[in-house]
């Protein structure tokens, strides 16, 4: 039943734009067609009768289309005809050249693998660390790096709040070649559990407790009540000094850098929020997007990075 009533809606309003297009088409050249001679000739001395029409003191003579104009306008007309005949533009029809933006879209990626799929092919055979340092290969994976890695890491690479920065050597998962193809082959998801359990005494305790880790300045009698939270609950994914775990994508909690920093706001305030409501990262996996060959290109690019001042 719903089916039939949406094949019929489907049907409706595929008439109503054919209708509305072409409609629309024919009256306006009927309303050119039809005034495009006047009724007035001119006097003895060529004058012409006006409209009445005038605005700030200019009058409007009635005088016919130029044919130059008319003709110029019935070509407009006879394309428009012949392009939505050619063309999808009247409902579900077609065109009778069957174009659509979708087979467009389609023949032109074919074109760009036919042309392109034999140089990744290439670059795909040279291991990542030799790949990382021809500058040729860079420039081209640093196109597909800033298509399709730039919107969060930034095109400096510098990335941003929640979203790593790839030019340092703090790595949630590693910045080994096997590691950053994982990272992209596979994605990443990075969990951190909201701790509201345990109160905001244990929180603000727990707080200064990761600041004296890293080395910040700190309430000491609260930093040391905080040891003893920290070493049941965040020791086990940050590791008991606060190096965090790469295995886990736990964060490194000594290097005072802070993935979830916002600008202008504190480290305090901070961890206390990551502590309160807990952090959720995603970094999806490319090589479904982009294809294993470009990937391995951009992981040479990131690799690359560590080499550039």
């Known amino acids: 039943m719903n089916n039939l009533w949406g094949d019929s809606l489907s049907g409706f309003w595929s008439a109503w734009i054919i209708v509305i297009t072409l ?5 306006a050249f009927w309303l050119l067609y039809a005034n495009r001679k006047t009724d007035k000739t001119p006097d003895a001395d060529g004058n012409v009768e ?16 130029p044919r130059w104009w008319f003709q110029l306008y019935v070509g407009t007309v006879v394309f428009s005809l012949g392009y939505l005949l050619l063309y999808p533009g009247l409902g579900n029809f077609a065109g009778l050249l069957g174009w659509t933006q979708e087979g467009q879209w389609e023949e032109e990626v074919a074109r760009a693998e036919e042309r392109f799929t034999p140089i ?10 030799e790949l990382a ?12 790096y800033l298509n399709n890695c730039a919107v969060c890491h930034g095109s400096n690479a510098q990335g941003g709040y929640g979203f790593p920065n790839l030019t340092n050597d703090d790595w949630l998962y590693g910045g080994e070649p096997e590691q950053i193809m994982q990272t992209l082959v596979r994605g990443r998801n990075g969990l951190m559990p909201s701790w509201q359990q345990l109160g905001e005494t244990n929180i603000e305790n727990v707080t200064q407790h990761v600041l004296a880790l890293s080395g ?5 009698e609260r930093a040391e009540r905080g040891a003893a939270t920290y070493a049941s609950v965040c020791a086990a ?14 964060p490194n909690l000594t290097n005072d850098i802070w993935l979830y920093q916002a600008p202008g706001q504190s ?43």
Do not use: K, W
Not at 23 to 27: H, N, P, V
Not at 133 to 144: F, P, S, T
């Open 237 to 250: 994914c940050h590791m008991p000094d606060g190096t965090g775990n790469q295995a886990l994508g736990a």
């Open 120 to 129: 990744f092919a290439q670059y795909q055979e040279i291991p990542i660390p």
């Open 216 to 220: 910040l300045e700190h309430d000491e």
């Open 23 to 27: 409609g629309s088409i024919g009256l």
């Open 267 to 309: 480290v305090a305030d901070s961890v206390r929020q990551s502590l309160r409501n807990g952090r959720n990262g995603h970094m999806p996996a490319q090589a479904a997007y982009i294809g294993e060959e470009r990937v391995h290109l951009v992981a040479a690019y990131v690799y690359s990075l560590r080499f550039r001042d």
């Open 133 to 144: 340092r021809d500058a040729e290969a860079m420039q081209v994976a640093e196109r597909i």
């Open 50 to 65: 006006t409209t009445g029409h005038a605005a700030d003191g200019i009058e409007e003579y009635d005088n016919p289309l």
